[in-house]
């Protein structure tokens, strides 16, 4: 391939000789024991990989996409977008000077390789486990970790801070950020982008599009276009043209919107061009000899910069690369075993409600934010795509797209997890509660997520929908009441919301019919004495465990707001001690309203409330953050029997009365 080649391209082309011997290396399933990995065990710093011959680095890819397969693979996790990323991962570490140069990544999924170089490859066995490593950057977990994420579309905006910070201390390092094709359809990632251009800051801004369908335009043009348009020299002649035509009258204009139209034709960055960066590519974010020689042109370029980058997500994993989708993220691989029959997830009973009321009313209109499969929209979207709207990842949009089709007469039902309808918080109010709008939210991942840790958690949606005017906000305590409750908020005329949890439940039957609930009316579960629960929401089993451990009350709530008072004040009429349990914050969650009823009634019966505490609940397994927050079984009767105790102590009650529950 090399011959006839002249010197001085010829360490490119053994660069390229090497790349497409690596493109050739394919996986087909994940490892199960630890890979040799020789060059990867020599780098457990980013100054040790920059010491590596840059013809040693299409190895390292190599070896470093083999050691994410296995170590993924030991964990669980997200997959896709880490071994889309291998190459950029590599390049920016090996030419930035980390972490002094600031290298801010977008949404986390994609920066296990970036972790693996960074000091923690001997540690991702612990990923996502109870005291190990984050799912995501995090600030205190390394240096590198620049800027802890989660949610999609930050990266552009904290990458502009600390460019503004870097000049305004005076300071010369490099800032760049990495967001994904996805984070893109944020309007943040837009305004970030629209400031950065504004204040003419130096920063660079990566695009890694894993979106197949414009992998057309990556090629020897557009790679040719990218090594000019980057070069130094390119942005030296442009310059020195301007000062020049500056002084012909129109003549800088019409050379600008000449070079501007010509670019436009062959290159898909106008629209970053319009907005005042400066565009780079399409380029094949494989190719690391490219990767690196264009990077390398643009890091020390003044102003704000855009370097467009095709990446395949799974890239070398075979599996992978043919559904993205399905390996978004993995769970860790388990040993063969014989497998007792898998209960529908809470998405599922959503997903199949979704598709039997859209079936009997055809005003009902389903909308997500990008979570068509988390959310289980597919069998609606697939059987009713002109009433099916994915907003992409835009929050906000997604809520007022749904104040309008309210406005006119359709029942729109807003598919959302917990933690991200937080970014529409003022369209929730301010767009849909104000005005009284018929929208119904089904709320996924109320609760903690386990592994996945505090940015992902649903632990504060109870909160502050409460405090909303008129909006019914519903905790099913099991699958079915879930079904019930989604027919009786869609039914409901106004806003009103459902949250249930991640993952399965305690696999009741589930009716097929649509019936509602009547609005604000808990049930008794279980008749006991002394103590009542308040249980709201899924963590009903443990309470009913709890109960026959302490021959307790158990009453199933239902309802957050509105509360049932007259079954509250039943319970404090006719029980020595009120135990709220919920799988949210206690500050200001559905315990407070019990409180505040109470208080109103001026009943002065002792209250507990259990939920999560006031702080970040890190990863871990569901189970253990359950017990973490004395929400498991143990907690609950620890829990009542400590405030149990205080409660004789300073009465008549004989102790023995405290030992018999």
């Given at each position: ?19 497409q ?53 030991q ?18 570490h ?33 990923l ?57 359809t944020?309007g ?45 020299t ?11 035509l ?12 000449t ?28 190719d ?32 992978a ?14 040993p ?43 069998r ?15 929050e ?6 749904a ?57 504060y ?132 309203g ?7 009634q ?13 702080t ?12 973490q ?9 620890r ?6 105790r ?16």
């Amino acid at each position: 391939m090399c011959d006839a080649i002249p010197v001085g391209l010829g360490v490119q082309c053994q660069l390229a000789d090497l790349a497409q011997t690596y493109y050739e290396h394919m996986f087909h399933e994940i490892p199960k024991t630890r890979p040799d990995t020789p060059l990867l065990n020599q780098v457990n710093d980013p100054k040790q990989l920059r010491a590596l011959n840059e013809s040693q680095l299409p190895e390292l890819a190599r070896e470093l996409r083999e050691y994410l397969l296995y170590s993924v693979g030991q964990t669980g996790g997200h997959f896709g977008a880490g071994l889309g990323v291998v190459e950029l991962t590599i390049a920016l570490h090996y030419l930035l000077d980390t972490p002094e140069d600031r290298l801010v990544w977008d949404v986390g999924h994609q920066t296990y390789p970036h972790k693996i170089l960074t000091g923690r490859r001997e540690l991702m066995p612990t990923l996502r486990q109870k005291d190990g490593l984050a799912a995501f950057p995090k600030r205190d977990e390394s240096p590198f970790d620049t800027f802890g994420v989660g949610h999609s579309s930050t990266s552009i905006s904290a990458a502009l801070g600390m460019a503004i910070a870097a000049a305004a201390k005076g300071e010369k390092r490099r800032t760049v950020a990495v967001i994904g094709d996805g984070a893109l359809t944020a309007g943040m990632a837009y305004e970030a982008m629209n400031h950065a251009a504004d204040l003419k800051a130096n920063m660079l801004v990566i695009l890694n599009d894993n979106d197949m369908s414009i992998s057309r335009s990556v090629g020897g043009l557009s790679n040719y276009l990218a090594k000019v348009l980057s070069s130094r020299t390119y942005h030296h002649i442009r310059e020195g043209s301007k000062k020049v035509l500056n002084v012909i009258p129109h003549a800088w204009e019409l050379a600008r919107r000449t070079e501007e139209h010509v670019k436009g034709m062959v290159i898909p960055g106008t629209l970053f061009e319009e907005m005042g960066f400066n565009y780079i590519g399409p380029i094949d974010g494989h190719d690391l000899p490219m990767l690196i020689h264009t990077l390398k042109n643009m890091m020390d370029l003044d102003g704000p910069h855009f370097l467009h980058v095709v990446t395949r997500k799974g890239k070398g994993f075979i599996p992978a690369e043919q559904d993205p989708i399905g390996y978004h993220a993995i769970t860790k691989l388990e040993p063969c075993a014989t497998k007792s029959p898998s209960k529908p997830k809470y998405a599922n009973v959503f997903g199949q409600w979704l598709y039997d009321m859209a079936s009997v009313d055809p005003r009902l209109m389903g909308i997500t934010p990008a979570m068509k499969e988390g959310s289980d929209l597919i069998r609606f979207a697939d059987h009713f795509p002109e009433r099916y709207f994915d907003a992409a990842i835009a929050e906000q949009h997604c809520v007022t797209l749904a104040a309008g089709m309210a406005c006119e007469g359709l029942k729109p039902v807003v598919a959302i997890y917990s933690t991200f309808l937080q970014r529409a918080y003022d369209q929730l109010i301010h767009d849909v509660a104000v005005q009284k709008l018929d929208v119904l939210f089904a709320i996924d991942r109320g609760g903690m997520v386990g592994e996945d840790g505090p940015t992902h958690g649903g632990c504060y949606d109870i909160a502050y929908l409460r405090c909303i005017p008129e909006m019914v906000v519903m905790t099913p305590g099991d699958e079915n009441e879930t079904r019930q409750l989604l027919c009786t908020g869609y039914l409901h005329n106004g806003p009103a919301s459902v949250r249930y949890p991640r993952g399965s439940g305690m696999g009741v039957e589930i009716c097929t019919d649509l019936e509602p609930l009547p609005i604000g009316k808990g049930e008794i579960r279980r008749h006991g004495s002394r103590v009542a629960l308040l249980v709201f929401g899924t963590v009903l089993g443990n309470a009913l465990a709890a109960a026959e451990v302490l021959d307790a009350t158990v009453a199933n709530m239902r309802f957050v707001k509105p509360l049932d008072e007259a079954l509250v004040k039943q319970l404090a009429d006719s029980h020595e001690l009120l135990v709220t349990i919920e799988e949210g914050c206690v500050a200001g969650g559905a315990g407070s309203g019990v409180m505040e009823y109470l208080q109103h009634q001026e009943m002065l019966v002792p209250v507990v409330s259990l939920g999560i505490p006031d702080t970040y609940i890190e990863a871990a397994s569901h189970q253990e953050q359950l017990a973490q927050c004395g929400l498991d079984k143990d907690g609950i009767v620890r829990s009542v029997r400590d405030r149990m105790r205080r409660i004789v102590a300073k009465s008549t009650i004989p102790d023995e009365a405290v030992t018999a529950i």
